[in-house]
């Protein structure tokens, strides 16, 4: 017979708890250890994504300290400045930038450590392999771990919007000089054949007068009347080329001008409604005005058959707004030939480089009217408030 311990009953049931409590939490510690494992794949992904991020990312990014020396850099930085990431740690920026721009780096660097916010500066870049190139610098201060003030900065190559906006300014300086030689040119063929031809008309003149045979007196005045009209194409060529009275009468008395000579050449009715020039315009974008419309009325006219004309200008504190409408037989600009489709993108190209915009319309009432819309923003000066003032008053 077996003998049987009274207290081994409760020894082996707490035995059995404790072995189950055991065993939960030793599922709770693996479950734990899982979402460990998970979460440090997680980490690692996303540490491998930003340096993707940073290494790859499309601009230079630097960390720099106090002194503009280079503590940190992702690949695109490196690639810029033609060196190996690890071998540009501890270089000063300033060492790749051009000699002409380093004074203008130097107090960018030391605002933007004295400054909160972002801080912006362009500059020349030379790269350790020899390139050269433009970039834009971006800055902002931060603190370091240690307390110690870094700035964090992003260099984006800007070569190819540097260049593109030298070549403006190279095109504009170059129009500019074609323009200074256009107002030469007419000059002298105003002064030259004006002279030449006012001679040749008072020797006529004098002819009519003291011929004594009536043939050669009609033969006199038929010359004159060909003078009269050899005088008349000189000014207009000279108008073409640059027209005097835009410098000496104005923007108004120039289209005033161009439209009666067009329309008496062309035998056109026309009709003007131009604003006061309040405030004036700048000489530069006086001229490319008048250019435009010379343009718009040549355009016009020709394609449209025309026998009416039509030009409005407003000139407003902020902007000057300029109509013009012709009424003839054929479509509009804006389609139709080649040729019309053609000018009309010309039109609308002039009017993007002068930083206008142009709508081109036909009248749907069968009419025959066409019309261009320029809208051309225009800032109001410290001079022409001074000028607008003074005129109104």
């Not at 503009?68 to 920026?93: C, F, K, Q, S, Y």
């Not at 030469?184 to 006529?204: F, Y």
């Amino acid at each position: 017979m077996q003998n049987h311990d009274p207290a081994s009953g409760p020894a082996e049931h707490a035995t059995h708890v404790l072995a189950q409590a055991l065993h939960r939490h030793q599922e709770e510690l693996v479950q734990q250890n899982d979402e460990l494992h998970r979460a440090q794949s997680e980490l690692a992904a996303a540490r491998d994504r930003y340096r993707d991020l940073y290494d790859f990312a499309p601009v230079g990014y630097f960390t720099l300290d106090a002194d503009g020396r280079i503590l940190d850099v992702n690949r695109t930085g490196a690639t810029l400045l033609g060196m190996a990431p690890l071998t540009l740690r501890g270089h000063g920026l300033g060492r790749f930038v051009l000699a002409g721009d380093s004074d203008r780096w130097q107090r960018h660097l030391q605002h933007a450590l004295a400054t909160d916010g972002l801080q912006r500066l362009d500059v020349a870049i030379a790269a350790h392999d020899s390139r050269f190139g433009y970039g834009q610098i971006d800055s902002l201060r931060t603190l370091a771990d240690d307390g110690a003030i870094t700035l964090r900065v992003t260099l984006t190559d800007i070569t190819g919007r540097m260049r593109a906006d030298m070549d403006r300014r190279m095109a504009a300086l170059d129009n500019d000089a074609r323009e200074d030689e256009r107002r030469r040119v007419a000059l002298e063929l105003h002064e030259n054949l004006g002279q030449t031809l006012s001679g040749l008309k008072l020797d006529v003149t004098h002819l009519v007068h003291v011929s004594e045979s009536a043939a050669c007196r009609q033969a006199a005045r038929a010359m004159l009347t060909a003078l009269d009209a050899a005088v008349s194409t000189v000014r207009r060529i000279t108008a073409e080329l640059h027209p005097p009275m835009l410098d000496d009468l104005g923007l108004n008395a120039a289209i005033d001008w161009l439209a009666h000579d067009t329309s008496q050449r062309m035998g056109l009715q026309h009709s003007l409604a131009l604003g006061p020039e309040i405030p004036p315009l700048a000489p530069a974008t006086a001229l490319a005005v008048y250019r435009f419309v010379q343009a718009a009325l040549s355009h016009l006219l020709h394609h449209a058959d025309s026998t009416d004309v039509h030009l409005e200008m407003q000139r407003q504190p902020d902007a000057l707004k300029l109509v013009m409408q012709a009424r003839g037989t054929v479509g509009p600009l804006s389609a139709g030939s080649d040729r019309q489709t053609h000018d009309g993108q010309l039109l609308q190209h002039r009017a993007r480089l002068m930083g206008g915009r142009l709508m081109i319309a036909a009248a749907r009432d069968g009419s025959g009217w066409q019309s261009l819309y320029l809208s051309l923003p225009i800032a109001l000066n410290e001079q022409g408030r001074a000028q607008h003032t003074d005129a109104l008053a």
